[in-house]
């Protein structure tokens, strides 16, 4: 959702930098038809939702949150190992994230 409204505000710029462009040089009607067309394609091909192959669900503990350190969390990878009972991935920047039980591991390459 970020990334699409993102996009969004990108879009409204480019909107607002052809508005600027075609100013003098075409008709009102025909402008807005344009615009209108790319502001409707720009919807249709950006938002594009990115579709994860693993969703884990379980709790990470936070020291200084009071009387209930355990909060839950929400990690999605497209690519995971395990060690023992203890699941792991890495990010992109190389660093290991380990997830420990209790968790629950949703595939969603067995969703078609």
Same mark, same amino acid.
């Given at each position: 959702? /970020?990334?699409?409204?993102?996009?969004?505000?990108?879009?409204?710029?480019?909107?607002?930098?052809?508005?600027?462009? @075609?100013? !003098?040089? /075409?008709?009102?009607?025909?402008?807005?038809?344009?615009?209108?067309?790319?502001?409707?394609?720009?919807?249709?091909?950006?938002?594009?939702? !990115?579709?994860?192959?693993?969703?884990?669900?379980?709790?990470?503990?936070?020291?200084?949150?009071? @009387?209930?350190?355990?909060?839950?969390?929400?990690?999605? @990878?497209? @690519?995971?190992?395990?060690?023992?009972?203890?699941?792991?991935?890495?990010?992109?920047?190389?660093?290991?994230?380990? /997830?420990?039980?209790?968790?629950?591991?949703?595939?969603?390459?067995?969703?078609?």
């Amino acid at each position: 959702m /970020i990334i699409c409204l993102m996009n969004c505000r990108k879009i409204v710029i480019f909107i607002k930098q052809i508005i600027l462009i @075609t100013k !003098k040089n /075409i008709k009102q009607d025909l402008k807005m038809k344009i615009i209108k067309i790319l502001l409707i394609s720009f919807l249709v091909f950006s938002c594009v939702e !990115k579709k994860y192959k693993y969703e884990i669900k379980g709790k990470v503990y936070v020291p200084t949150s009071g @009387t209930n350190p355990m909060h839950d969390a929400i990690w999605y @990878t497209d @690519t995971i190992s395990f060690d023992g009972d203890v699941a792991y991935y890495f990010n992109s920047d190389g660093s290991e994230v380990r /997830i420990y039980p209790p968790f629950i591991l949703i595939d969603h390459s067995l969703k078609k």
